[in-house]
């Protein structure tokens, strides 16, 4: 129970990884909010988790809904040791073929909402001493056919968390970030056909070829659980990457 105590937000909860690290949380004995822009989608995910957990309505590229998010969980848990900025989306097409709107709306859910997360929830976490955690991906550290918008939100990601834990640590904030590969969720289901249909290959074979298997929510959820812990009180400023050696490899 290394998170007794805790009290946490997680965006983008509804599902997916945000829904995983917000399940894991409550079962280590954090309290948790799961913050979405699909209303329902979180009511139902916070149900499932019973207990103290809370759903509440949150579009992270709006700096009022951030705000209001925050205000609310420190209404209810009297207090804030986590901010998980999880919310994000992809685009699976080439740079040619994106639309400026498609390009704005990814960086104001990938990048902004992670700035207003950082941002307005400092003054509540500067109370406790707390965490930020910020979603990345190995898509931030280099480039990617396909998911180039993707890979540049998630780059600004990582320079986001490394100069807000240098700006933050005189308060006792610590800031880390979550770089995964390609784990089972919705959002890489949506990968498949636009993947396969550029490389003409299958996707779980490619995703066999480049890191053994897809990571699981749970795995991911289990390097938030540690990063939020007080086991982690030294770790601030780094990018963790989840990605079964994806990465190590120049093949």
Do not use: W
């Not at 009290?7 to 979405?36: P, Q, Y």
């Not at 951030?66 to 699976?92: H, T």
């Not at 930020?132 to 600004?156: H, R, T």
Request: aromatic share 6%; glycine share 10%.
């Amino acid at each position: 129970m290394e998170l007794d105590g805790k009290r946490a937000l997680i965006t983008g909860a509804g599902r997916g990884l945000g829904l995983a690290i917000a399940t894991l949380f409550a079962e280590r004995g954090a309290r948790v909010a799961l913050a979405d822009i699909d209303a329902d989608a979180v009511q139902q995910a916070a149900a499932g988790i019973g207990g103290e957990a809370i759903s509440l309505h949150c579009d992270v590229t709006k700096p009022d809904d951030v705000q209001r998010a925050i205000a609310d969980v420190v209404q209810a848990f009297g207090g804030l040791d986590v901010m998980v900025n999880n919310a994000g989306i992809e685009i699976g097409k080439p740079l040619p073929e994106i639309s400026d709107q498609e390009f704005a709306q990814l960086m104001a859910v990938n990048v902004n909402g992670v700035f207003y997360g950082i941002k307005y929830a400092v003054p509540a976490l500067a109370q406790t001493q707390g965490c930020i955690i910020n979603m990345s991906s190995v898509a931030g550290l280099d480039g990617v056919p396909l998911l180039g918008a993707y890979c540049a939100s998630k780059a600004a990601v990582i320079r986001l968390t490394q100069t807000a834990a240098i700006e933050l640590r005189a308060a006792g904030i610590r800031v880390n970030a979550i770089c995964p590969s390609f784990i089972q969720t919705e959002m890489v289901d949506r990968l498949v056909a636009p993947f396969e249909a550029a490389t003409g290959a299958n996707f779980d074979d490619l995703a066999a070829q480049a890191q053994g298997r897809l990571g699981t929510p749970e795995e991911v959820a289990e390097m938030a659980a540690f990063l939020a812990s007080d086991q982690a009180s030294f770790v601030n400023g780094s990018y963790y990457i989840l990605d079964n050696a994806l990465t190590a490899s120049v093949l």
